[in-house]
């Protein structure tokens, strides 16, 4: 199991499998990233748990509905079809070329869009547990990323329903989306890392986050194509969401996205890791008490 503890005096105590907790007044760098590592390492030997407690939340959230999270992917697919008939007609471009790329686009921002806005609540909505329970912190992170595949997974149908009804088909570049989905997973926990630290501290961030989103939908080629920026098409590249949404979306549409998008994508998840290890190592031995 892991373990939970905070910096309080200069006891030395044993844990549940965990190394020893030294609980210093002043725990130094190298400390606190043993106590990280440990925290990391036993979180992902729990995915076990991390799959109940997901698959829980949504068994909970959709409790007593007929469709289930189903209803999320008629709203979605309805969505499509309607913006679809829409953009294509205000932007003059052809229905069948267009609604793929719209269909991809709807499911995969509503994935990146939930896991940033409910990485916010990754400690807060676990507060009961993370009280009570000695428990990695990890955990929680693999629970909100995990969720959100679930729902994935669910409006993955409408991506299938739009290609089958088009007769398209992305052939064997689709492939290439994999490394992407998998560099997706790898940021979603370490946004959940410093997203859920940091709102634990600071309970108004979340509200600025949604608002961030809201303004990202549209700066990124969501709804429009990337093309139809045409010489403005360099301030997309400071982006962080286009380079990320393109390694996936680009393969599923049958085309291969340039080196500097791999580039920015790999760079941007460098830079998050980064920033959430330090932050997370440093914070986690206080997350119990901002809760």
């Given at each position: 199991?892991?373990?939970?503890?905070?910096?309080?005096?200069?006891?030395?105590?044993?844990?549940?499998?965990?190394?020893?907790?030294?609980?210093?007044?002043?725990?130094?760098?190298?400390?606190?990233?043993?106590?990280?590592?440990?925290?990391?390492?036993?979180?992902?030997?729990?995915?076990?748990?991390?799959?109940?407690?997901?698959?829980?939340?949504?068994?909970?959230?959709?409790?007593?509905?007929?469709?289930?999270?189903?209803?999320?992917?008629?709203?979605?697919?309805?969505?499509?079809?309607?913006?679809?008939?829409?953009?294509?007609?205000?932007?003059?471009?052809?229905?069948?070329?267009?609604?793929?790329?719209?269909?991809?686009?709807?499911?995969?921002?509503?994935?990146?869009?939930?896991?940033?806005?409910?990485?916010?609540?990754?400690?807060?909505?676990?507060?009961?547990?993370?009280?009570?329970?000695?428990?990695?912190?990890?955990?929680?992170?693999?629970?909100?990323?995990?969720?959100?595949?679930?729902?994935?997974?669910?409006?993955?149908?409408?991506?299938?329903?739009?290609f089958v009804l088009l007769s398209i088909s992305p052939g064997s570049r689709a492939v290439l989306a994999v490394p992407g989905l998998l560099l997706w997973i790898v940021d979603a926990l370490a946004l959940c890392l410093l997203l859920g630290s940091f709102c634990a501290r600071f309970r108004d961030i979340q509200p600025i986050v949604n608002s961030i989103m809201q303004i990202a939908f549209f700066m990124t080629p969501v709804i429009w194509k990337p093309e139809q920026a045409g010489k403005r098409f360099f301030l997309l590249q400071p982006?962080?969401?286009?380079?990320?949404?393109?390694?996936?979306?680009?393969?599923?549409?049958?085309?291969?996205?340039?080196?500097?998008?791999?580039?920015?994508?790999?760079?941007?998840?460098?830079?998050?890791?980064?920033?959430?290890?330090?932050?997370?190592?440093?914070?986690?031995?206080?997350?119990?008490?901002?809760?």
């Amino acid at each position: 199991m892991g373990y939970r503890g905070a910096p309080m005096s200069t006891t030395t105590i044993p844990t549940d499998g965990a190394p020893l907790l030294d609980l210093r007044a002043d725990m130094s760098l190298a400390a606190r990233q043993r106590f990280a590592v440990a925290d990391i390492v036993n979180g992902s030997a729990l995915w076990r748990l991390s799959w109940t407690l997901g698959w829980l939340d949504i068994k909970l959230r959709y409790r007593g509905s007929l469709l289930g999270p189903f209803w999320l992917t008629l709203s979605t697919g309805v969505m499509v079809g309607a913006l679809g008939l829409l953009y294509a007609s205000l932007f003059h471009m052809n229905l069948h070329e267009y609604l793929p790329f719209l269909s991809l686009s709807i499911v995969l921002w509503g994935f990146l869009s939930a896991v940033v806005s409910e990485s916010c609540t990754t400690f807060t909505e676990a507060e009961g547990v993370v009280r009570s329970v000695r428990m990695p912190f990890f955990v929680f992170a693999a629970r909100i990323v995990i969720r959100n595949i679930l729902v994935l997974a669910h409006n993955i149908v409408v991506i299938v329903a739009v290609f089958v009804l088009l007769s398209i088909s992305p052939g064997s570049r689709a492939v290439l989306a994999v490394p992407g989905l998998l560099l997706w997973i790898v940021d979603a926990l370490a946004l959940c890392l410093l997203l859920g630290s940091f709102c634990a501290r600071f309970r108004d961030i979340q509200p600025i986050v949604n608002s961030i989103m809201q303004i990202a939908f549209f700066m990124t080629p969501v709804i429009w194509k990337p093309e139809q920026a045409g010489k403005r098409f360099f301030l997309l590249q400071p982006n962080p969401f286009y380079d990320l949404l393109e390694v996936v979306r680009g393969p599923l549409l049958g085309s291969i996205p340039d080196g500097m998008t791999y580039l920015g994508a790999l760079s941007y998840s460098v830079a998050l890791w980064v920033v959430a290890w330090l932050f997370f190592a440093r914070a986690r031995g206080r997350i119990a008490f901002w809760l």
